[in-house]
């Protein structure tokens, strides 16, 4: 009685979200896409009104090069500009602040996050820390806690994955408690989203893989939720049709340049589903395992994705087996249930074909019914998951990512 109680409430909350949020004016970023676009970057940083840049990345896409075209094309327009490379895989709190004094310190006015999403939140929560100089990252936590709009921030994602660039959060990592937790907010948004496939050719398999799942993940999650909208369901069809066309492709073949180019549009239209219909028990795991053992978050995601969808079949029947239509690897006229299995059986047939492994071997047993407290207080009651899991039925699920 009180689970069905507390469920009721969560599923009103959800229900009242799913009729206000289409009504929200999420921003949309200004979208360059395509080969060589990254060039044409400094003209549009400049067309903005932005002075000094901070270019925020990280030490591996310096040390192979990855930025010199960009960093070429500032100085060609006379754009100044300082480096801010020390982005950790998962940025925490003091690494955040540090790329804020180089900020403040070089008098910016702008930023370019360039690089995946770890480098892509830096940027944004240090945009939000230097126009909220009294609010501190941990006061940021949740959502709608920024009150002062950032300065211009231009994302050039170097993966197809996070969809950080089109976004309203970024995730932040307190290294004191070992915990992820997201910052929400529309000023969050990036202004400006370059798509540039060329970035991307260099990319190794394991991480053209691990980051395209991250993008069905957006997708599927925000599809199967009860708070899609005629706009998320349509880009979520599209990214997961992409992704399914593309990424085992580009994966075996990473110098396809088309290819490159539609993943680098599925990861933007999931992260333009997800950022408006929410996410699920996917992520509400997989922050913990980046939080607690440093997994990346891509492959976090890959690994958890069919756990999820197996355990929400039932309830999500109806709408996987839509997607699996929309998707191009079912038709109408087949029931609901075997489109449904057949769309679980196509994402864990792309991770065996690619690689990724079924069990996460950081986990430890002992862990477990702290990161399931944790997933499900991230999750409830914001996430409008299709099957609401207790704490005990969380357990038992993460139990089965042991190695």
Known sequence: MIRKIIN????????????????????????????????ELPKVVKSHGVSKVLVVTDKGIMNIGLAKGLLDALEAEKMNYVVFDEVQPNPTIPNIEAGLA?????????????????????????GARAKNPKQSILKMRGMFRIWRKLPPIFAVPTTAGTGSETTV??????????????????????????????LMIGLPPHITSTTGMDALTHAVEAYIGLNG????????????????EDLEGVYKDGSNIKKRNNLALASFYAGSAFTRAQVGYVHAIAHN??????????????????YILEISRKDAEKKLAKLAIASGIGKEGESTEQLSN???????????????????????????????????????PMYPVPTLLNQKELESLIKKLLP
Do not use: W
């Open 8 to 39: 009721g409430a969560f599923r009103t909350l959800h229900y009242s979200n799913g009729l206000v949020f289409p009504l929200l004016n999420v921003p949309v970023p200004e979208l360059l896409s395509g080969k060589g676009k990254v060039k």
């Open 102 to 126: 180089i900020y403040k310190n070089n008098k910016c006015d702008g930023i370019i996050a360039f690089g995946g999403g770890s480098p892509m939140d830096c940027a944004k929560i240090i």
């Open 169 to 198: 959060a970024a995730i932040v990592t307190n290294p004191e408690t070992h915990e992820k937790f997201a910052v929400i907010s529309f000023k969050l948004v990036p202004l400006v989203a370059v798509l540039d496939p060329e």
């Open 229 to 244: 909208s005629t706009f998320t369901n349509e880009n979520a069809e599209k990214a997961t049709k992409m992704i399914f």
């Open 289 to 306: 395992m980046g939080g607690m053992y440093g997994v990346p978050h891509g492959l976090a995601n890959a690994i958890i994705l069919p």
């Open 342 to 380: 057949r769309f679980i059986e196509k994402v864990k047939s792309m991770n065996k074909n690619m690689g990724i492994p079924t069990k996460i071997k950081e986990l430890k047993e002992k862990d477990i019914p702290l990161i399931a407290q944790r997933a499900r207080a991230e999750a409830h």
